[in-house]
């Protein structure tokens, strides 16, 4: 099984800043993987796909990047509504796995 | 716009079968090119991938949980159906319905329904 590893587990950042968030496959998934954003009790929701594509309704201020292992999802600025939990999934192989999150939290 | 619905018991007894079901509205089950979803969350925790039916009955599970899963869909009634045998307290989890666009990523999510395994 793809293990889906992400770092670090909570970022604290205060509104405005840049947030950085890494997602390492510990075997190659080239470019199938999808990022999702999870609010408090709620479902997660599709954020970005096939590595840097970004979902309908999130504004470009949500990138992303990498590739093989190594997987980046930057949020230029922060806004209120970006905290959240993110998590990383990759779609390469079988079983479809996830990461254990990275929670964004105000600073 | 699809929507998606858990319904089900939210406690189920040791050694028990887990039943839910995944309500489909906005959208008929049985078009386009989609695979119906199942997915837990652990209390606190990250995602687990459960399985998957396509309309037609085709179904592809988690090796780690294939023994105990089956998932069935009724296309009379826009629903996919999970069922989980000899469930124990590591069970207990929130689980979600999806729709997998067929691109292996989850476009549409119910609201989840939190599951225990408790006597």
């Known amino acids: 099984e793809m293990v889906m590893t992400q770092s670090p587990a909570t970022l604290s950042v205060s509104p405005g800043e840049r947030a950085t968030l890494s997602c390492r496959a510990s075997q190659s998934v080239t470019t199938n993987l999808a990022w999702y954003q999870q609010k408090p009790g709620q479902a997660p929701r599709l954020l970005i796909y096939g590595v840097s594509t970004r979902a309908t309704g999130f504004p470009a201020r949500f990138s992303g990047s990498g590739s093989e292992t190594e997987f980046t999802l930057t949020i230029s600025s922060l806004q209120s509504e970006d905290f959240a939990v993110y998590y990383c999934q990759q779609y390469n192989n079988w079983p479809l796995t996830f990461g254990g999150g990275t929670k964004v939290e105000i600073k | 716009q699809v929507q998606l619905q858990e319904s089900g018991p939210g406690l189920v007894k040791p050694s028990q079968t887990l039943s839910l079901t995944c309500t489909v509205s906005?959208?008929?089950?049985?078009?386009?090119?989609?695979?119906w979803t199942w997915i837990r969350q652990h209390p606190g925790k990250g995602l687990e991938w459960i399985g998957y039916i396509f309309y037609s009955g085709s179904t592809y599970y988690n090796p780690s949980l294939k023994s105990r899963v089956s998932i069935s869909v009724d296309t009379s009634k826009n629903q996919f159906s999970l069922k989980l045998s000899s469930v124990t307290a590591a069970d207990t989890a929130v689980y979600y319905c999806a729709r997998d666009r067929g691109l292996r990523t989850f476009d549409y999510w119910g609201q989840g329904t939190l599951v225990t395994v408790s006597s």
């Open positions: 906005g959208g008929s089950i049985s078009s386009g090119n989609y695979y």
